[in-house]
């Protein structure tokens, strides 16, 4: 009887999942990207079909217990070296840390993110990109000076610089997430760039305002930018990179996706939100001269689950090819 409750909470459970997620990708989508639903192909739908019969089916109480408890706070660190012929030699080794999405709030803590922040002091980064999503629902965030207090915390010689993401735009927190960013020594970059000196080396760092409830602007964010030092773009939304491919930046680094939190084997991910829908996770080579990573991220937003989709740290080493 006992192994019958477990089942009846997990079918719930995962049933609420794929329901709260199509809610919430229709509740987030802009009404004029709505034509974006026309897009889905036969392979897609197949895999939501395929998903809900398993939800229907159902998972074992452990399955459920570990993917609310468990794997949400087995967190991964993934390198990846990213090599070019523009990497000034001066870069060589050059370590950047991203971390994304941390929806602080739901299901995430102050205490998780002093965690997280040890954890990235002891990486040793030249650089901190954080892209977007720094607390779940930010006008019911109980705010305080101990977030800016551990924000601050983090350390790297070369800075730390942040971008928007949807939820930093959404529940009024634009200025608010602002403020508290910067109370914590992150530099915004909002259509906008730097360049990051190391020697006689020089690279350009650029950020784009939240594609879903921001105004990116790809040309304010290139002008003036000299294209001939090694770029990369921070975007919170990485399907965007499609058009991000008509620039010259050499990488986009994204979140936003959450790798879609639950996956399944021999089906992926169920489902993702709008503008990550194309490009869920890892590494993707768009063309000769132009690369995208997207990364897991950290926490969770609307339903606590992580399933075959740890929480990620992204560690990115540059190696000049000159």
């Known amino acids: 009887m006992k192994h019958h409750s477990n089942q009846v909470k997990t079918n719930v459970a995962f049933k609420d999942y794929t329901v709260h997620m199509t809610c919430y990708n229709l509740h987030m989508r802009p009404t004029f990207f709505t034509e974006r639903f026309d897009e889905m192909n036969r392979r897609s739908f197949l895999k939501q079909i395929l998903g809900s019969a398993l939800t229907l089916i159902g998972l074992g109480g452990g399955t459920y217990y570990y993917a609310r408890e468990i794997e949400p706070t087995l967190l991964s660190i993934t390198e990846n070296t990213i090599q070019s012929s523009k990497i000034p030699t001066d870069f060589q080794n050059y370590k950047i840390i991203q971390f994304t999405d941390t929806h602080i709030g739901f299901h995430y803590s102050i205490e998780q993110l002093k965690e997280l922040v040890s954890k990235i002091n002891a990486e040793n980064p030249d650089i901190i990109l954080f892209t977007g999503d720094l607390v779940d629902v930010p006008h019911s965030f109980k705010w305080d000076g101990e977030l800016i207090e551990t924000l601050s915390s983090l350390q790297a010689p070369d800075g730390k610089y942040w971008i928007y993401g ?11 997430i602002k ?3 910067s109370g914590s020594d992150f530099t915004l970059l909002q259509n906008s760039s730097v360049i990051i000196r190391k020697g006689d080396g020089r690279m350009n760092i650029a950020g784009l305002d939240d ?11 290139f002008h003036g930018l000299d294209t001939d030092l090694f770029t990369i773009l921070l975007v919170h939304e990485p399907d965007y990179a499609d058009k991000v491919a008509d620039y010259p930046a050499d990488v986009q680094i994204s979140g936003h996706s959450h790798g879609g939190q639950v996956r399944f084997p021999f089906i992926g991910h169920l489902y993702t939100p709008a503008f990550a829908e194309k490009y869920v996770k890892g590494e993707f080579q768009l063309d000769d001269n132009f690369t995208l990573y997207v990364s897991k991220g950290i926490g969770t937003t609307r339903l606590p689950y992580r399933f075959l989709c740890k929480p990620e740290l992204n560690v990115y080493t540059l190696k000049s090819q000159k």
């Open 211 to 221: 594609v879903m409830l921001g105004q990116p602007d790809l040309n304010k964010t």
């Open 166 to 176: 949807n939820h930093d735009h959404g529940g009024f927190g634009t200025n608010k």
């Open 179 to 181: 403020d508290v960013m």
